[in-house]
């Protein structure tokens, strides 16, 4: 009776592994359709990015790969050379004197009210035509100035 008794409970334990079997390729085929669909969605990507004239738009997915790929190289390779530059230009970097903007901005200030002073003046100066005209007149109007005699 007790060879008995292990037969179902052996059924019983296969009959549980296959199901848990069963449980683990529902899994992976899940899983190897999102892997194949992410194949495809690259290969596509690929081809749009070694495409050098693309006539029509890419999938959506294609640009979302593509910007995928942008953030991870963005994290992986930029931002850690960005890091290292940080670390090597910090000793050199120094603190910004506000005194020294100050004065920096005083100094354009001044420069730039010189300017428009500069400019005032430069419109008020007749333009050389106008000089030439008005010589040309006081040397008309002006009476002959008779040469002595030697």
Same mark, same amino acid.
């Not at 390779?77 to 940080?86: F, K, R």
């Not at 005209?133 to 008309?140: E, K, P």
């Given at each position: 009776l007790g060879e008995a008794a292990e037969v179902p409970q052996q059924e019983n334990d296969l009959i549980e592994q296959i199901k848990a079997r069963e449980e683990t390729i529902s899994v992976l085929n899940a899983e190897f359709e999102q892997f194949d669909k992410r194949l495809r969605i690259f290969e596509q990507s690929l081809q749009f990015l070694e495409s050098s004239s693309s006539v029509r738009a890419p999938d959506e997915g294609v640009l979302e790969t593509v910007e995928e790929v942008k953030g991870r190289v963005r994290r992986a390779?930029? $931002?850690?050379? *960005?890091?290292?530059?940080?670390?090597e230009l910090a000793p050199s970097l120094q603190e910004i004197d506000m005194t020294a903007i100050?004065? *920096?901005e005083a100094t354009?200030?001044?420069l730039h009210r010189q300017a428009c002073e500069v400019e005032a003046s430069l419109a008020a100066i007749p333009t050389l035509e106008q000089r030439a005209? #008005? #010589? $040309?007149? $006081? *040397? $008309?109007v002006r009476p002959a100035v008779l040469k002595p005699e030697l």
């Open positions: 390779v930029i $931002a850690p050379a *960005l890091a290292e530059m940080e670390k100050e004065g *920096l354009r200030d001044d005209q #008005r #010589r $040309a007149f $006081a *040397l $008309a």
